[in-house]
């Protein structure tokens, strides 16, 4: 079971992941994108971070419903929206119970990553997060372990595709040969599942 | 046609000065005299380019005048956030609605219509009737 101090521990595991890599996020948004997303996301999960300590959501669904709704305000880029919206679903799907089932987690986690297609219309192979995330959703059914290594192929995946969303879409061609920054900051929220679990190669979340 | 059951109109663009100046063209193009509310939501709330939450739903309850609210967006965040605002949360006053239109001459064609006493139905629909103005 899941209780409320794993979603905790995810976001603040994510948070951790971002503020480490978002020099290296910034530098593939500068290839393709506006060279903002690190520096972007930085901002949403620092104000997340401070807004879970700042009032304890006592639910999984609390928790995550809360942390959207922080990168909604906070991030100012098209990020924002997006990781707000597949979290916000996230949460709302877990209910009010104080534990959910890996399985309802993974449900729910699901409809979050469906949330986000609808919003920006994207599919998957448009060289976005959705490419990292999707897999992903399929792997939790197995092991945080094994989604978090789908989420990274998924997102070394986006190098050859041609981006068909976003900034990036305006490149054409030239978007070819680049990793998508979304994908690879969606990748470091699949890993930060499985260090909230507190293992290194699999778990059971 | 009374005032206080006119459309609010909405602008957000990814930069500030973009909102406020459509805003300012909107408005000089739409009357001479009182035109319906109207707002500008660019960029973020420190001025930088992006979209603020925060602006957005200032915007949008400063203009509402209990007829709704119609929000015209520009590019990338801007569409995305609105979407997201408008699909959950409660940021947003009720009779909310995006527009799917050309920036510039969407909101001209809103504000004009707006101003004319329309509907949110009526309103939308001139806006988006802007797509259809070919310049070439």
Request: net charge negative; charged share 20%; hydrophobic share 45%.
């Amino acid at each position: 079971m899941l209780d409320t101090d794993f979603f905790r521990r995810w976001m603040a595991a994510t948070a951790a992941a971002v503020d480490r890599e978002a020099s290296r996020l910034t530098e593939l948004d500068a290839a393709i994108g506006d060279a903002d997303h690190g520096s972007n996301m930085q901002r949403g999960f620092t104000a997340v971070t401070a807004a879970l300590e700042r009032e304890s959501p006592a639910t999984p669904g609390a928790v995550l419903t809360l942390a959207g709704r922080q990168l909604i305000s906070t991030v100012g880029g098209a990020s924002g929206p997006l990781y707000g919206t597949l979290l916000r679903r996230t949460g709302k799907a877990l209910g009010d119970e104080p534990e959910v089932t890996d399985g309802r987690f993974a449900d729910a986690l699901e409809a979050g990553v469906e949330a986000v297609a609808q919003l920006g219309g994207a599919k998957a192979g448009d060289k976005t997060m959705l490419d990292a995330l999707l897999p992903a959703v399929g792997a939790l059914r197995s092991s945080a372990g094994a989604a978090r290594d789908a989420a990274l192929a998924g997102a070394l995946a986006t190098v050859p595709l041609q981006a068909r969303k976003g900034r990036a879409s305006y490149l054409g061609e030239r978007s070819i040969g680049h990793q998508d920054p979304g994908a690879t900051s969606a990748a470091l929220l699949v890993a930060a599942l499985v260090e909230a679990a507190g293992t290194s190669g699999g778990g059971d979340a | 046609m009374s005032e206080e059951q006119q459309v609010g109109i909405v602008l957000v663009s990814h930069s500030g000065p973009v909102a406020e100046t459509v805003a300012e063209l909107a408005r000089g193009l739409a009357a001479g005299g009182a035109t319906a509310p109207v707002a500008a939501a660019g960029g973020t709330s420190a001025g930088g380019l992006g979209t603020s939450v925060e602006l957005i739903a200032g915007a949008a309850r400063s203009v509402d005048r209990g007829a709704g609210v119609a929000l015209l967006v520009d590019l990338g965040s801007a569409v995305l956030t609105v979407k997201a605002m408008l699909a959950e949360g409660d940021e947003l006053p009720p009779g909310s609605r995006l527009v799917d239109a050309p920036f510039v001459e969407g909101a001209v064609a809103a504000l004009v219509t707006a101003s004319a006493g329309g509907d949110l139905d009526t309103v939308e629909a001139a806006a988006a009737d802007a797509y259809g103005y070919r310049k070439v």
